[in-house]
């Protein structure tokens, strides 16, 4: 759903790209210091209860995903070694944001229930795209799903910097709730597509 705005967001970062390669800052470095943002930014601020400041944090170092393929585009340096590090450093990423959020719940956010859904998201959310990788690594297609990870990923920031400002916790609950759901069945499609191919065979 997301992909449609994707030329929109890289004329936005065009010109910090350029900068950078002007400075002779490379598309790997990006990648890893926008990973070690998202991840400090929600294993810091979450666990204390610093849901916004956490959002906030995660939003500014998550560009980066768009600004080192950008860079690796105009530089003519894009590789299969940066598809796999960005691509791997994208799920502890999202392995951070959760997991995150589960301290959250264990500690100011005290609820148990939350805790596991953050983790049913962390796990899920993981498996999804192993799922894919591993049907393309055997030779199958399994891109399908109602959830990919953009939508993932801007549903749980997006929902959990409201839940904060207006101290409204329901909208993060039923997004955790929603997520969950999406990404369990998201895994299920994916292994019912595969079957079927291989079933073809």
Do not use: N
């Amino acid at each position: 759903m997301l992909e449609r705005f994707r030329g929109f967001w890289t004329r936005l970062i065009a010109p910090v790209a350029r900068l950078l390669i002007r400075l002779g800052v490379s598309p790997d470095a990006v990648t890893l210091v926008g990973t070690l943002g998202v991840v400090a930014g929600a294993l810091v601020f979450f666990p204390q209860g610093m849901l916004l400041t956490g959002v906030l944090v995660i939003t500014a170092f998550v560009f980066s995903d768009l600004v080192d393929g950008h860079m690796a585009r105009l530089t003519g340096r894009t590789s299969p070694f940066g598809a796999f590090l960005d691509s791997t450093l994208d799920r502890i990423g999202d392995g951070a944001i959760f997991g995150g959020l589960a301290l959250y719940f264990a500690g100011p956010g005290d609820s148990g229930l939350y805790l596991a859904l953050s983790l049913v998201c962390l796990v899920m959310g993981s498996v999804t795209s192993y799922a894919r990788a591993r049907a393309e690594a055997l030779g199958f297609e399994a891109k399908v799903g109602i959830a990919e990870r953009a939508d993932r990923l801007v549903a749980i920031l997006v929902m959990t910097g409201l839940s904060a400002i207006f101290s409204l916790p329901i909208l993060l609950w039923l997004t955790l709730w929603a997520l969950a759901a999406a990404s369990t069945i998201t895994v299920a499609q994916r292994v019912w597509v595969v079957r079927r191919q291989a079933l073809a065979v």
